[in-house]
């Protein structure tokens, strides 16, 4: 609908008056915008549009502060949900964040670095149960997330990184030995790779 134009100073006879639907379409065509603020009509926009309006919106102001004064209906649809993020994706997030994060490198994660690994898990395990449930008799990569061995060594560098004595062994060329507990779960991620995981 082509915007109407009434000259400054045109009197609008009473057949002449726009509802105030109109003045809204009309304004919308004008570039200017009509809105409520603390019960008060204002009009936001160039002078010329807003002249122009002028003597339309006093006509009808009742009723446009009425119109505006109505709910505005809350959409029927809603935006699709997002990908659900990947096993990939999920660890390089967690990766990032663990190497550049001095809390998570001494074992005990800081609530940003538990959000993300507990992404990383969920990710891992929904993708281990669609692979199982698509293609049973398939056998795992052996560098697939859900291998033993991956988890093995996570456990192991988690503990290593913040071990004094696993560090000092790594650096000493094996001439120093592990500590106990490093140990135990170096040769824990040593068996799970045996049993064929890794090459």
């Known amino acids: 609908m082509a915007a109407l134009a009434y000259p400054l100073g045109h009197k609008i006879k009473k057949d002449d008056a726009l509802t105030a639907s109109q003045v809204l379409a009309k304004a919308q065509a ?38 505006l004064s109505k709910p505005v209906p ?6 699709p949900p997002a990908p659900a993020q990947t096993w990939r994706d999920a660890d390089h997030a967690d990766q990032s964040h663990y190497w550049a994060c001095k809390q998570c ?46 988890e ?13 004595a696993c560090k000092a062994y790594a650096r000493s060329n094996g001439h120093s030995q592990r500590c106990t507990e490093g140990q135990q779960l170096h040769s824990a991620y040593e068996q799970a790779a045996t049993k064929g ?3």
């Open 30 to 67: 004008l570039g200017v915008k009509l809105a409520l603020s603390d019960g008060e009509l204002h009009a936001v926009g160039c002078r010329a549009g807003i002249a122009q309006l002028a003597q339309d919106i006093r006509a009808c102001k009742p009723q446009l502060v009425q119109l």
């Open 74 to 79: 809350a959409p029927d649809w809603a935006p």
């Open 105 to 150: 490198r001494t074992g005990a994660k800081c609530p940003k670095g538990q959000r993300l690994s507990d992404a990383y898990i969920e990710a891992a395990s929904r993708e281990r149960f669609i692979a199982a449930k698509t293609d049973p008799a398939k056998p795992l990569s052996k560098f697939h997330v859900a291998q033993p061995w991956n």
């Open 152 to 164: 093995a060594d996570k456990t192991y560098q988690a503990h290593h990184w913040s071990c004094d």
């Open 197 to 199: 995981a890794t090459p």
